[in-house]
């Protein structure tokens, strides 16, 4: 069996974006078993990150340090990307810096031709998706595996990750089965240890034979120039020590400044992603295999990728979000994902850090910063981040920032327009009030108003609306105000 170098359907997603949104959210509320199958499992990963907060102590302690660390360290990058990059170079490792996603496909390729890579095992790296690797890997004709349990069935699926870190969030075992038996021409039953088992086998001929292990890092550490990659699987370990090549590609912004931090880091990390007191495989790696090492890659190539990210340096409102440990508490806790799932965000990212990411990295209001609006603002996002990231806020920004770049649609800046002069005089806030009533009255049944015209029939697909009154607050509070006077003056005159 060959398995396709790319993860197929997505591949132009991200280019409808925003005029897909309806669409995707659409198909994503009719699939009942999607919305079952994430509801499950980010309640059971948002149960245990609460379990882990409780017995881990002074949380607030914790996020709060977690917080000053990536704050202090993006408010520093030249100086710590800079001490990294010396590090990693003394310790035998070769740094790139890349631009854009072209440049570092460009780097990638330039190290693949040099060793005549036909093979490139991976282990799970959102970068990498970011700049569509897998897709140029496959045009080049070299065979791309992802050893990621998750990725490796979405691989097959030809399908991008719908979670930071469960990719494979929406498919159950049946489906997983299915896939198992068309790719291998071999029947298996929807049972997790046959399935488990059979991926286990069938990728470790791959650690074994692949020319390059490409890998992500979940934090460089400045101070040493060092690699800290963490998984539940062990595949990491194993992409990362068996081919001769190691090619780590990660985002300009995932570093801490010392060993110190980075215990604080992880910390928040395993307890905010999956409940856990520490990733069950944690691996710091430093530099290429030295002559008395036992095992590790002759070399060691570290794309480091702008992409987007430094535009963001300085900024008031959105550097933050480069603080973000990538640990998907925020899509856990999040009403809107948790209806929808990743897919529908049209974005690697999803949920509210993808919502508030994806504009910001592509530079693109019109399509991406749609993305603002997949959101309740109720700020549960900001309440589960260690990071204390105020995604909320940002979004309202982002909004902000795409009307005042005039890209919403017409009708919808004349609606506003509209509601402004209204709102803004008492005169035609009245009037307004006083016509409503009745020109709503063809739409009321029973108090309420249950399938409204476009575009409130938006609102009454799901729920109904209640009537206006006849009487405003305005008006009973004159009334009653005057019927006190009244009361008042009656008094007075009958002592
Ligand atoms: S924004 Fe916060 S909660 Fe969301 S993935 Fe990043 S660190 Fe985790």
Same mark, same amino acid.
Request: charged share 25%; proline share 4%; with cysteine.
């Given at each position: 069996?060959?398995?396709?170098?790319?993860?197929?359907?997505?591949?132009?997603?991200?280019?409808?974006?925003?005029?897909?949104?309806?669409?995707?959210?659409?198909?994503?509320?009719?699939?009942?078993?999607?919305?079952?199958?994430?509801?499950?499992?980010?309640?059971?990963?948002?149960?245990?990150?609460?379990?882990?907060?409780?017995?881990?102590?002074?949380?607030?302690?914790?996020?709060?340090?977690?917080?000053?660390?990536?704050?202090?360290?993006?408010?520093?990058?030249?100086?710590?990307?800079?001490?990294?990059?010396?590090?990693?170079?003394?310790?035998?490792?070769?740094?790139?810096?890349?631009?854009?996603?072209?440049?570092?496909?460009?780097?990638?390729?330039?190290?693949?031709?040099?060793?005549?890579?036909?093979?490139?095992?991976?282990?799970?790296?959102?970068?990498?998706?970011?700049?569509?690797?897998? +897709? +140029?890997?496959?045009?080049?004709?070299?065979?791309?595996?992802?050893?990621?349990?998750?990725?490796?069935?979405?691989?097959?699926?030809?399908?991008?990750?719908?979670?930071?870190?469960?990719?494979?969030?929406?498919?159950?075992?049946?489906?997983?089965?299915?896939?198992?038996?068309?790719?291998?021409?071999?029947?298996?039953?929807?049972?997790?240890?046959?399935?488990?088992?059979?991926?286990?086998?069938?990728?470790?001929?791959?650690?074994?034979?692949?020319?390059?292990?490409?890998?992500?890092?979940?934090?460089?550490?400045?101070?040493?120039?060092?690699?800290?990659?963490?998984?539940?699987?062990?595949?990491?370990?194993?992409?990362?020590?068996?081919?001769?090549? +190691?090619?780590?590609?990660?985002?300009?912004?995932?570093?801490?400044?010392?060993?110190?931090?980075?215990?604080?880091?992880?910390?928040?990390?395993?307890?905010?992603?999956?409940?856990?007191?520490?990733?069950?495989?944690?691996?710091?790696?430093?530099?290429?295999?030295?002559?008395?090492?036992?095992?590790?890659?002759?070399?060691?190539?570290?794309?480091?990728?702008?992409?987007?990210?430094?535009?963001?340096?300085?900024?008031?409102?959105?550097?933050?979000?480069?603080?973000?440990?990538?640990?998907?508490?925020?899509?856990?806790?999040?009403?809107?994902?948790? +209806?929808?799932?990743?897919?529908?965000?049209?974005?690697?990212?999803?949920?509210?850090?993808?919502?508030?990411?994806?504009?910001?990295?592509?530079?693109?209001?019109?399509?991406?910063?749609?993305?603002?609006?997949?959101?309740?603002?109720?700020?549960?996002?900001?309440?589960?981040?260690?990071?204390?990231?105020?995604?909320?806020?940002?979004?309202?920004?982002?909004?902000?920032?795409?009307?005042?770049?005039?890209?919403?649609?017409?009708?919808?800046?004349?609606?506003?327009?509209?509601?402004?002069?209204?709102?803004?005089?008492?005169?035609?806030?009245?009037?307004?009030?006083?016509?409503?009533?009745?020109?709503?009255?063809?739409?009321?049944?029973?108090?309420?108003?249950?399938?409204?015209?476009?575009?409130?029939?938006?609102?009454?697909?799901?729920?109904?609306?209640?009537?206006?009154?006849?009487?405003?607050?305005?008006?009973?509070?004159?009334?009653?105000?005057?019927?006190?006077?009244?009361?008042?003056?009656?008094?007075?005159?009958?002592?």
């Amino acid at each position: 069996m060959s398995v396709q170098a790319g993860h197929g359907q997505d591949t132009n997603m991200d280019e409808r974006i925003g005029s897909g949104l309806k669409q995707r959210t659409k198909q994503a509320l009719q699939d009942e078993f999607l919305r079952k199958a994430v509801a499950f499992t980010t309640d059971k990963l948002k149960n245990g990150r609460l379990q882990a907060m409780d017995a881990f102590g002074d949380w607030e302690a914790w996020r709060d340090r977690g917080r000053a660390i990536r704050e202090h360290t993006n408010s520093h990058l030249d100086y710590y990307l800079s001490q990294f990059a010396d590090n990693v170079a003394g310790n035998g490792g070769h740094v790139y810096f890349c631009s854009g996603a072209d440049d570092a496909v460009k780097t990638f390729m330039g190290i693949a031709d040099r060793h005549k890579a036909k093979l490139v095992a991976k282990g799970k790296s959102m970068v990498s998706e970011e700049i569509h690797l897998n +897709h +140029h890997l496959e045009d080049r004709g070299i065979e791309a595996i992802e050893t990621d349990l998750g990725e490796y069935i979405l691989q097959l699926a030809r399908e991008t990750p719908s979670h930071l870190i469960i990719p494979a969030i929406h498919k159950n075992k049946q489906q997983i089965a299915d896939l198992f038996t068309d790719a291998s021409g071999q029947h298996f039953e929807p049972e997790t240890k046959v399935l488990a088992e059979y991926a286990r086998k069938k990728l470790r001929n791959y650690f074994l034979e692949a020319d390059i292990g490409l890998t992500g890092c979940n934090f460089g550490v400045a101070e040493s120039g060092s690699i800290t990659l963490v998984s539940n699987e062990g595949n990491g370990r194993m992409v990362s020590t068996l081919p001769k090549v +190691h090619v780590v590609v990660m985002g300009m912004e995932r570093l801490v400044p010392t060993f110190e931090d980075l215990e604080v880091v992880l910390n928040l990390l395993a307890r905010s992603a999956t409940g856990q007191k520490l990733t069950t495989y944690t691996s710091i790696l430093t530099g290429a295999r030295h002559p008395e090492d036992l095992d590790g890659p002759e070399e060691l190539h570290v794309i480091i990728l702008d992409n987007g990210r430094s535009a963001q340096l300085g900024d008031p409102i959105f550097q933050e979000v480069l603080n973000c440990i990538r640990c998907a508490a925020c899509l856990n806790v999040c009403p809107v994902y948790r +209806h929808v799932g990743g897919h529908t965000y049209g974005s690697v990212y999803s949920g509210p850090i993808g919502a508030v990411l994806t504009p910001l990295l592509q530079q693109d209001m019109k399509e991406a910063g749609t993305l603002s609006y997949a959101s309740s603002l109720c700020g549960a996002c900001y309440e589960a981040c260690p990071v204390k990231i105020p995604l909320h806020d940002m979004l309202v920004h982002l909004r902000h920032r795409k009307v005042k770049m005039k890209l919403t649609s017409l009708p919808e800046r004349a609606a506003f327009k509209t509601f402004q002069t209204v709102f803004g005089s008492v005169t035609l806030y009245k009037l307004a009030t006083k016509s409503g009533y009745y020109l709503q009255k063809p739409l009321v049944r029973g108090g309420m108003i249950k399938a409204g015209p476009a575009p409130l029939s938006g609102w009454t697909q799901s729920r109904f609306m209640p009537m206006m009154p006849k009487q405003s607050f305005r008006d009973k509070w004159a009334a009653l105000q005057a019927e006190l006077a009244a009361k008042k003056a009656a008094r007075e005159e009958q002592r």
